[in-house]
């Protein structure tokens, strides 16, 4: 990383935006390929049909799709063209899968169709040592007001513009946060994880080498997208520090929430990011400070970064005053300690909030009278409606952190609905669900996740989403 973010950042005024990226009319698929171990299939299967592995949500790219194969007359159902330049019509975005020795003249070939960008799913440049022909396609690109986003890339994905122009394995359903990650395959795998645990994307982009796209330009176009609410990075280093650190403060100036998980901390992951994306690599030092003073977030694991990212997403900012209510004295216990930990207050609970809750006359006379309020074991969904009703309606907590074991008179399905109509009521009150376990909580989880009831299989990983809530 460039270390010196005093310097104004470089600025190239004739650099087309990135929109046509995320918005394409057309694609090309220029190394589209018969064989299904290929890459060159991967990506067109997902833009003719969502996806190699179908999801619920995942439905054809609406445009026209082009593959382009001088080998081959068909494949997928769609007729192939010999080069791009064989194709009738326009073509906006192009996905190359071709090997790193013919990209060069692809690209030549891009610009002379006036294609207004390229993915370059290619490896073999800056990464394995290669950087002058990288520059070379990237000069090329230039000249003819082409944008390229890699090389080395797993590619992108625009969930609501049904366009997956990757290799990732399917679509996930659309939603607010944009994801940008400068591992390909950590991306990929994130798309699998998305699935299981139900997230939702504004945008998944793999940046690659950062030839010309970079995460500084993202994080400004993505401040900007109306469908973005959070914006997730898992950046290993990058190559303009000064344009870094002004992208960061336009997102906090726009209150555009960015967070971020730094790879290679140490010297051993630095050698390795270097061979990975040919990235320039920060001492951790360095970058954290970066994020400190532009108010971005940063996490520790991937677990942290998607918890802290959705709950930012569905939820308002809030005072640092939160109670804890739950079923379990043990969840209780921990949620204390990382409360402490984090820098979470749990707030007291007043004599008057106490005679409220004694009122509703829903709860057992076992119940804690404190801040973790335990409801005892076999608290059913009225006991919870009662003593959320309470805290959500006192000014002195601005959150509350609901916590379910399961017994066998819980009621997971009902102790959701009742989150997720709170949530409605308190518009501008957080509501964080713990909901512990996994084959019996499993529909009540995703109800809270299509509710917008940010949901997490651990205590701690819900007060670290409290305690970014809380900044």
Not at 69 to 89: F, M, Q, T, W, Y
Not at 184 to 208: H, N, P, Q, R, T
Request: proline content about 6%; hydrophobic content about 45%; some cysteine.
């Amino acid at each position: 990383m460039n270390r010196d973010f005093r310097s104004p950042p470089s600025k190239s005024p004739s650099k087309p935006g990135l929109s046509v990226f995320f918005t394409p009319r057309s694609v090309a698929v220029i190394g589209a390929s018969r064989d299904a171990s290929k890459v060159g299939h991967g990506v067109l299967k997902n833009l003719v049909s969502g996806g190699v592995f179908y999801a619920q949500s995942a439905k054809p790219f609406s445009g026209p799709v082009y593959p382009v194969n001088p080998a081959a007359e068909r494949i997928l159902g769609k007729r192939c063209h010999a080069s791009v330049l064989d194709i009738s019509g326009p073509v906006d975005l192009a996905v190359v899968c071709v090997p790193a020795h013919a990209v060069l003249g692809v690209v030549r070939q891009c610009v002379q169709k006036k294609v207004k960008a390229c993915v370059l799913i290619s490896a073999g440049f800056s990464e394995t040592g290669d950087a002058d022909l990288q520059q070379s396609i990237l000069a090329t690109a230039r000249k003819g007001g082409m944008r390229i986003l890699g090389p080395n890339t797993l590619g992108l994905i625009r969930p609501s513009m049904r366009l997956n122009a990757s290799f990732g394995l399917t679509t996930p359903r659309p939603g607010s946060i944009a994801f940008l990650s400068q591992s390909g395959a950590l991306a990929d795998s994130v798309i699998d994880w998305a699935l299981e645990e139900d997230y939702a994307f504004s945008a998944i982009v793999s940046v690659g080498n950062m030839a010309d796209v970079g995460f500084a330009e993202l994080i400004e176009h993505f401040t900007d997208d109306v469908q973005t609410r959070v914006i997730s990075i898992y950046a290993e280093g990058v190559q303009d520090g000064p344009a870094f650190m002004r992208a960061l403060r336009y997102a906090e100036r726009k209150r555009k929430p960015v967070v971020v998980l730094h790879g290679g901390k140490t010297k051993t992951g630095q050698a390795a990011a270097s061979t990975h994306t040919a990235s320039l690599a920060s001492s951790s030092a360095v970058f954290e400070g970066v994020l400190r003073q532009t108010g971005a977030r940063s996490v520790d694991t991937l677990t942290d970064l998607f918890a802290v990212s959705s709950a930012l997403s569905a939820c308002p900012p809030c005072r640092n005053a939160w109670a804890v209510l739950t079923n379990a004295g043990g969840v209780g216990v921990l949620a204390s300690d990382y409360a402490d930990r984090f820098g979470v207050r749990l707030v007291p609970l007043s004599d008057a909030v106490l005679k409220k809750l004694d009122a509703t006359k829903k709860l057992p006379s076992t119940w804690s009278r404190r801040n973790p309020l335990d409801l005892i074991g076999d608290a059913t969904a009225e006991r919870y409606a009662a003593a959320l009703g309470v805290l959500m309606s006192e000014p002195s907590v601005s959150g509350v952190l609901v916590a379910q074991t399961l017994q066998t008179m819980t009621e997971p399905m009902e102790n959701a609905k009742l989150l997720a109509a709170a949530r409605k009521k308190f518009p501008k009150k957080p509501i964080l669900a713990v909901f512990l376990g996994g084959k019996y909580s499993r529909t009540a989880m995703q109800y809270l996740n299509r509710h917008g009831v940010p949901q997490f299989g651990e205590v701690e990983l819900a007060v670290k989403a409290a305690a970014a809530l809380s900044r």
